[in-house]
């Protein structure tokens, strides 16, 4: 069946649920903060940073299962990893994390947190322009000659 | 039939005195009509209406059989073009109880038409130290267009307070109104988050009292109930096509003649000017005025052809068929645990309720709910103000129209049930 079985494969409930590295840190070294407004999602992350690596990571925050399931998975990775490997990280590793295919609004919930996680690291103003590349994917998906829209299939996934 | 008539309907919603058949409608709809794995329950009218029969029809033949540009041509197809559009005018006019078409102005949305009053009222008769009164459960479309003003002229924004059960306290308004810097009210006629009736001709009393214009807010009312901007007796007046049926890409203004006559242009271009020079030029008549450039032709040709659907229905019958299934909706809401309905009771609201399901967010219960066919908005609804000041970050809503039945009701509440399950922690 389509839709929420997708949408919601056990692992996603199962960090929603059981959220890994969930609290803050007493002594952060780097914290951030971002949130999308559009669905009142929110994620602080605080970070330990020990010799060029992520010694320890805690998020916190509120908002929907794949935002906050994103932000558990991304956190249970990049503990204890280098910066050089985390900040490679790509969207399209999160949304393999995720497993699923998002729409454009979802989309958003799910990167939220690996946003967080480049600005609070990097001091990146703002995650850099691929996520309009999948804007642009999704419209030439859809078929405005019949009355079905085609599925916005994101493709080339690592 | 005037607000006082819609106040007394509000006193007892009942499903018994429907003179139509909300099924037999939903046949006039082609997207109702489409073969799916699971039927279509749309419950987001508040968001945008479905569309009938006669209104795609009517765009179609518009194309297919006279499509020419309008208050040019002097030739058969342009006339009918620009007798269809103009008639269009005609049957909003006689909607909404203008006192001439030349009161309604065609814009792109209600966002456009409260955007036309900031700029073409606002920035001519505002000045340094006047103040504009809002109210705290506006749609952003009757915000942000008074904030740009705002900043732009140094004008005070001022707010109407919502209470706890999600309505105006308008005891605060003459206190708002006291110092005479207030110039202009704009407030909604329903909310379309809360579902809110606003009394309006009793704040155009208070309003008119203290010297200062109202504009009213009607996306979410014009759609759905009698409206009479004589019986209201407001000065200016939003509201779109694509929530009444009709197409997108188009909306109105009302405004009284004597205030549009006085406002500056809005746009300028072409088909709002009588004679122009290199350097200066001479507006057109009312309402031409205010529409620059082609307009949407075969859209407000299309809402024409939706004004008349409704007339057919029966404004006061599809309030009634609205307010009966909200009243059905927010019984059974109540069955479900953790649940809880934002704004005020049955008998004080539209068509409209919004929720939360506890800590689930709104969007995990929408993507649920599209699994069962069962399409809601999940969000702030543009009401970013307003759920700051419930305490929500976010809200599910549903909303009715002419086509909605219980039956949609129904699986809504299961759907819920269901997403209870998958997110219980």
């Not at chain 1, 454009?104 to 990097?122: D, E, F, I, S």
């Not at chain 2, 046949?27 to 073969?35: W, Y």
């Not at chain 2, 969007?363 to 069962?374: C, I, Q, R």
């Amino acid at each position: 069946m389509s839709g929420m079985e997708d949408l919601y494969r056990e692992n996603i409930l199962d960090h929603y649920k059981h959220p890994r590295n969930r609290g803050t840190l007493e002594h952060p070294d780097v914290s951030y903060e971002d949130a999308n407004p559009l669905c009142g999602d929110k994620i602080r992350m605080d970070f330990n940073i020990r010799d060029g690596k992520i010694e320890a990571v805690r998020f916190s925050g509120s908002g929907c299962s794949i935002s906050q399931a994103a932000a558990s998975m991304l956190c249970e990775t990049i503990e204890g990893k280098p910066l050089d490997e985390v900040k490679k990280l790509s969207r399209d590793d999160v949304l393999e994390m995720l497993g699923i295919e998002l729409g454009p609004v979802r989309l958003k919930c799910g990167l939220l947190a690996l946003k967080t996680l480049k600005a609070g690291v990097y001091g990146l103003p703002q995650w850099p322009g691929e996520e309009d590349e999948g804007e642009v994917e999704q419209a030439r998906a859809t078929d405005f000659s019949g009355t079905q829209p085609a599925n916005g299939r994101r493709e080339g996934h690592r | 039939m005037g607000e006082s008539a819609a106040a007394a309907k509000l006193s007892r919603p009942s499903r018994a005195s429907l003179a139509f058949d909300p099924g037999e409608v939903r046949q006039q709809f082609p997207i109702f009509r489409a073969p799916r794995p699971k039927p279509l329950a749309y419950l987001d009218s508040a968001a945008t209406s479905q569309k009938p029969d006669p209104v795609l029809e009517a765009m179609a033949r518009y194309y297919a059989e006279y499509n020419a540009n309008i208050h040019r041509g002097i030739y058969d197809i342009a006339e009918r073009a620009t007798a269809a559009y103009e008639d269009a005018r005609r049957r909003v006019a006689h909607l909404v109880g203008a006192s001439s078409p030349r009161e309604i102005v065609f814009t792109r949305n209600s966002t456009e038409a409260l955007n036309l009053v900031a700029h073409a009222w606002g920035r001519r008769f505002l000045e340094v130290g006047d103040a504009i009164v809002l109210t705290e459960m506006e749609h952003h479309s009757n915000l942000v267009p008074w904030q740009l003003l705002a900043q732009e002229k140094q004008v005070e924004l001022r707010f109407i307070p919502v209470t706890g059960s999600g309505e105006l306290a308008l005891e605060t308004l003459p206190e708002l109104l006291a110092d005479g810097r207030a110039k202009l009210v704009s407030v909604v006629h329903i909310s379309n988050v809360l579902g809110t009736v606003n009394p309006i001709a009793e704040i155009a009393r208070t309003v008119h009292a203290a010297g200062a214009l109202l504009a009213v807010d009607a996306s979410q009312s014009v759609p759905h109930c009698p409206v009479d901007v004589k019986q209201l007796d407001c000065d200016f007046m939003a509201f779109t096509s694509h929530k009444m049926l009709g197409p997108t890409g188009i909306g109105a203004l009302y405004g009284r003649r004597r205030l549009l006559e006085a406002m500056p242009p809005f746009l300028g271009g072409g088909e709002m000017i009588r004679e122009v020079k290199l350097t200066e030029s001479k507006w057109n008549d009312l309402p031409w005025k205010f529409e620059a450039g082609t307009m949407p032709i075969a859209e407000a040709i299309g809402l024409g052809a939706a004004v008349d659907y409704l007339e057919g229905l029966g404004m006061a019958e599809v309030f009634a068929h609205d307010r009966a299934l909200a009243g059905y909706a927010m019984e059974r809401l109540a069955e479900v645990p953790d649940l809880v309905m934002l704004g005020p009771p049955a008998d004080r609201r539209g068509g409209v309720v919004a929720f939360t399901l506890g800590e689930i967010h709104p969007h995990d219960v929408a993507t649920v709910l599209d699994d069962e066919g069962v399409c809601i908005r999940a969000g702030h609804h543009c009401a970013m103000p307003l759920h700051a000041k419930l305490g929500v970050p976010a809200s599910a809503r549903a909303s009715f129209h002419c086509y909605s039945l219980e039956e949609e009701v129904d699986t809504l509440v299961r759907g819920l049930h269901r997403a209870r399950k998958v997110f219980a922690r």
